[in-house]
Nanobody, 129 residues
Framework: QVWLVESGGRSVQAGGSLRLSCEVA????????MGWFRQVPGKEREGVAT????????DYADSAKGRFTASQENDKNTVYLQMNSLKPEDTAMYYC??????????????????????WGRGTQVTVSS
């Protein structure tokens, strides 16, 4: 069974930074597309960033480009989302997702939440102005 556990979310002021972590158990982070999504009440879960574990290639939603960075430590089975220059509109529950055995070309931030097979429970990020 696959487990994903997010951590690192908290309240922060606008302009601040946070690093979210996602620890994965049950299968290696390698050979998978790892995604970061976020959701606010009443809205659909939206993709923020992806990282393809075989080569570390990343992709970002327009809202994240230039501010967020996805990374991984395969020896720790952990992926990260470094978020800088945070804005109040970044306030959301952030989720980590994983989908195994895909090509790198599949691993894009435009993938919908329905296309990922494994999810964590989320970590709340609140950005105050």
């Amino acid at each position: 069974q696959v487990w994903l556990v997010e951590s690192g979310g908290r309240s922060v002021q606008a302009g601040g930074s946070l690093r979210l972590s996602c620890e994965v158990a049950g299968y290696p982070v390698s050979a998978s597309c790892m995604g970061w999504f976020r959701q606010v009440p009443g809205k659909e879960r939206e993709g923020v960033a992806t990282i393809y574990s075989d080569d570390g290639s990343t992709d970002y939603a327009d809202s994240a480009k230039g501010r967020f960075t996805a990374s991984q430590e395969n020896d720790k089975n952990t992926v990260y989302l470094q978020m800088n220059s945070l804005k109040p509109e970044d306030t959301a529950m952030y989720y980590c997702a994983a989908h195994p055995y895909v090509r790198g070309s599949w691993c894009k931030a435009g993938r919908t939440h329905a296309e990922f097979s494994n999810w964590g429970r989320g970590t709340q990020v609140t950005v105050s102005s």
